[in-house]
C-alpha cells in the first residue's frame, strides 16, 4: 500500500508542477500581449493627439496673426517666381511699411534629408526684398490658399496628414485687397 502511495503522490506532484507552469505561462504570455496592445493604443493616441495640436496650431497662428494685425491692409500677394501665394499684412509705423507674409514653402535645408513643406511666417521692411528662406517655420502644412471676399478673408489649410481646414475671418478695420 505503500507503493501505492508513493507512486499517486509523485505523480499528484508532477501534475501539480505541470500545472503550476502552465499557469505561469499563460500568465506570461496574457501579460506580454497586453503590454504590446496597450503600447499600440499609446502610440495611437499619442499620434492623434500630435495631428489634433498641428491643426490647432495652424488655424490658430493664421486667426491669431490677422487678429494682431488688423488695423494694417491685409492683402494677398502671388509670387510666381517662387511658386507661392502669401497672406499678406501691411502696416505703416511711422512712415515705414512693414509687411508680415504668412505663406507655405518647402523647407529648404531638411534635417532628415526628406523634403517636407510648412507654414512659415516673415516679418520685414519694405526695402527689404522678399524671399521664401527669410521667414519662419511655424508647422508643417501641405497646403495654403488665402482669397478675400469683400470684407471677409478666407483661409484653405491643408495638414501634413491631409485634413483640410477653412478659416473664415470678418476683416474688423484694416482694409482687405485682394
Known sequence: MSKNTKGHTHTSRTIQSVFVLLLLSLFACLSTFLVTIGAQIYRHSVESAEENSNSRIMTAVV???VW???GGEVKIEKFENLGITSLTIVNDYDGEKYYKRLYCAMDPDPLDGEPRSYLWESFSSEETEFTAENGESLCELNGFEPSIDGETLKVDLESSNGTKSTIRIA??????AE
Not at 171 to 176: P, S
Open 171 to 176: 476683416m474688423r478695420t484694416g482694409g482687405a
Open 68 to 70: 494682431a494685425e488688423d
Open 63 to 65: 486667426r491669431s496673426a
